[in-house]
């Protein structure tokens, strides 16, 4: 272990020791390294969620292969030449979809639209959310009190009824889905952060920090944040869970964007030609299941890292 | 003293919280929505109008005046459960009269599975608790989390597949036969056609329930009063049953409360799946016609349900442990 270079050391004869020649921004992103190893040696011990990484993945890994290798796939022009609703074979693993669309591709095309509309939803919701709760429990009470009110109001409104009207009225686009989601699902998040900022800010390094003369913006980037970051980042790992089955139930409600197909899409499409009817339990199988893993995944990892970095949890 | 001052208080914050989402409600209903209702209205009903009874009926649905008296008026509406006419589904009906035929068929589904929901998800969830990391914890954890994770219709679907396509057991939808069946045989009828949406329903919210029954066990568990207990020699049995689980069941049943209110919103997709004419099935119909006067019935009585549920959640609670009405 190294020691850390003394500060204030005035009196003291020049140091036999060799000079520290790290600058301050070396030395934060040694603690960081170290703080991320310590987190990863944690993570490790659990099984849920090394198989929830493992998950997350293999799926991760088939979105970015859905950006370099299946272009085309998709049009109806190329590829609509096999054979229709024809079950799992050595030519179309997954089988093929009333156009004779091969199901495999269509699921590898959706794995790249779902992950994106759920993170893309989830840091929505995750900077409304630490926004808002940052501000509540730093700020007085006055604005405290009011952001709590409307932050109540979005936690108890029914999301899906909400999401329904929001779509309806403003057309079903990709972005929009993702903006109507992301506000939909931050008022959790705004709760778990304000808590948190209400234990932090009356810690005594806050206080000191105000006592040697720091401003409000100051405390709040420099002190605050940094400790509430693991758990905000586990909470939006959830969230990503959460905004994937979202999404998932819009598109399957027949809210999705036509244009780019997610698995909820491929589903409702499925369910629309009577895929049950005519027993094509293969075009819905490989998008339901993607839908359950990866969801199952992101949930897993969240635990696991919520059950490192939540203080509340890891008491037990 | 305290309780009056907490039940106002909630009262307070319920008023609120209604006025907030009504303002958002005539917000998006009246101030955003796209097309004119009454020109939609006299296109779906097919008859033919004169600009002047066009005018009448705007007049009549209190849209001819500026804004700010609408929205007094709105609010008005609103609170009284007056929506209007339904502009596409059908021109001929108020919404109330559509929503409430359908509500009846969705009540019975909602309430029969609920109540399954926490019977199954409590007991479950106090023996894992109890029996911590054993057979049935485990794998009632494992369920409940692939169930979590797996969306309504996926899971309905897949009971299609299984029950209704491979083992002929159960129809594939709709809330009774075509020919409507009469006397005894109307019933069978019509609970075999409940079955799958209901199962699916029950198992959709079973999970929820286990797993708060099952971790505010574990913090009780944990108290010292329990450690107390057994160092008394209470019997383990009366331990649970006397001390534990009385305490542990407060947060499931503001949960139950809670969920009967989002329930509403929660059938949407599983009474689509089976067809089920049902309220959740006739917010899709709104919202692929586009019937904003349905749809606008259905958020605003939804979101009613949740605060009111939420309500009584808050009341319950208060009335059953007394350290909420002294804070």
Known sequence: MKTEPAIAAT???????????????????????????????????????????????????????????????????ITTNGPRLAGPSLHYPLGTQIDGISVLSLTIEG?????????????????????????????????????????????????????????????QNFWIIIIIIGLTSWAGTARLVR?????????????????????????????????????????????????????????????????????GTLIEQAFNHGALTLHAWWWLMAPSLSIVLVVLGFTMVGFAMDEIVNPRIRER | MGTAKYLLGKLGQLFITLLLV??????????????????????????????????????????????????????GQMLTFNFGTST????????????????????????????????????????????????????????????????????????????????????VSLYESPIPKTGLAHWTDVINHMALPWVTLTLAYVGEFYLVMRSSLLDVLGEEYIALARAKGVREKY???????????????????????????????????????????LSVEALTQRDFAVLQATFVISVIAVLLANFIADLTYAYLDPRVRRA
Request: hydrophobic residues 55%; without cysteine.
């Open chain 1, 195 to 263: 808590a948190q900022v209400l234990s932090v800010k009356e810690r005594t390094y806050i206080e000191r920090s105000r006592a040697l003369g720091a401003s409000d913006a100051h405390v709040v980037i420099k002190h605050i944040t940094p400790n509430l970051m693991p758990i905000i980042f586990a909470n939006t790992i959830l969230t990503i869970a959460i905004a994937i089955l979202s999404e998932s139930q819009l598109s399957f409600l027949g809210l999705g964007d036509p244009k780019s197909q997610s698995w």
């Open chain 1, 111 to 171: 794995a790249r639209i779902s992950l994106f509309v759920g993170l893309a939803a989830a840091i929505i919701s995750m900077l409304l959310g630490t926004i808002i709760g940052m501000w509540a429990g730093y700020k007085s009470s006055v604005h405290d009190a009011i952001l709590m009110r409307i932050t109540d109001v979005f936690l108890v409104l029914p999301w899906l009824a909400l999401a329904i009207v929001l779509a309806a009225m403003f057309g």
């Open chain 2, 239 to 281: 331990v649970l049953r006397k001390h534990a689980v009385p305490n542990a069941l407060l947060p499931t049943i503001t949960l139950v409360a809670l969920s009967f209110g989002f329930i509403l919103s929660g059938v949407i997709t599983i009474e689509y799946v089976f067809s089920y004419p049902g309220v959740g099935k």
């Open chain 2, 22 to 75: 009504l303002s958002l409600a005539f917000l998006l209903f009246r101030v955003w929505q796209p097309g004119d209702p009454v020109a939609t209205w006299a296109k779906a009903s097919g008859a033919h109008f004169s600009a002047t009874q066009l005018a009448q009926v705007r007049h009549e649905w209190g849209l001819d005046v500026p804004l700010p008296e609408q929205y007094v008026q709105y609010m």
């Open chain 1, 11 to 77: 009196e003291v004869p020049a140091p036999v020791l060799p000079p520290e020649k790290r600058t301050p921004r070396q030395l934060r992103w040694a603690r960081r390294r170290r703080t991320a190893a310590r987190f990863w040696q944690q993570f490790r011990q659990s099984k849920m969620g090394m198989i929830g990484l493992a998950i997350l993945l293999f799926y991760v890994g088939v979105a970015i292969f859905s950006v370099f290798a299946n272009k085309g796939a998709l049009d109806p022009t």
């Open chain 2, 88 to 171: 596409i589904l059908n021109p001929d009906a108020s919404v109330s009269s559509l929503f409430w035929s359908r509500m009846a068929k969705s009540a019975i589904l909602i309430v029969t599975s609920t109540f399954a929901a926490i019977a199954i998800g409590v007991l479950l969830g106090i023996y894992g608790g109890w029996k911590r990391q054993g057979k049935v914890d485990q794998a009632s954890m494992g369920s409940s989390m692939v169930l979590y994770a797996m969306p309504e219709f996926v899971l309905g679907m897949i009971l299609i597949l299984l029950f209704a396509g491979t083992l002929h057991l159960f129809p």
